[in-house]
């Protein structure tokens, strides 16, 4: 192996231990896993994406000529609505090939992350949750919290429809199922269910999803 490729071998296992991302050759893998991280730190035990590592990250890979495709590996249980939601709008405003593949789950906020790329595959034993906008507490002390929480949950599903094929009324109906969870609304969905009801676009696998990525290579972007 030549001296340069020696050096740079360190820095990739740093940018996967510390960041959760790779580029092998013009493809740029990027892991988005266990809880997004916003405003709020998380405790050290606790597995986040932190959002402020992310989206510089998607800017650089946007402007940087030698990556051709970026690859979206999703497992995540959810988390910070607002990060959540600004890392998928840079993701679906990306001018580069995207693919994303859901593989373990995709909760909550993970479902506008995993509809946000081009393309989206989940595996065939992953699962993803839907269900409305949720804060802590026992008590919410103003009627205005309510409004405040419909228009958040409103710009969710404006998104999810925007960039799958579920209609806004059968997203809306999955939220607000009350027959699947015994402590909350909403819906689980296998990956066979998230691609009946066109939520996600395939059921796939690590290469399916590189395939199609090498294909949108030779594809122009959609107009806005």
Known sequence: MPEEENNNVPNAVEEIRELGQTRQGSIHCLSIIGQIEGHQILPDDVKSTKYEHILPMLAAIEETPEITGLLI??????????????????????????????????????????????????????SMTVHPVRINGLFIGAPQTYDYLA??????????????????????????????????????????????????????????????????????????
């Open 73 to 126: 590996l999703l497992n995540t249980v959810g988390g910070d609505v607002e990060a959540g939601l600004a890392i998928a709008e840079l993701i679906a405003g990306m001018s580069k090939p995207t693919v994303s593949l859901v593989l373990g789950g995709g909760h909550s906020i993970g479902v506008p992350l995993a509809v946000a790329a081009r393309r989206s595959y989940i595996a065939p034993s992953a």
């Open 151 to 224: 228009r958040i949950q409103d710009r969710i599903v404006n998104f999810v429809t925007a960039h799958s094929g579920i209609s806004r009324s059968e997203y809306v109906r999955l939220m607000s199922d009350t027959g699947q969870l015994s402590n909350d609304v909403g819906t689980i969905l296998s990956g066979q269910e998230a691609v009946g009801c066109g939520l996600i676009d395939s059921l796939g696998t690590l290469s399916d999803a590189l395939s199609c990525l090498k294909s949108l290579n030779t594809v122009p972007p959609p107009e806005n």
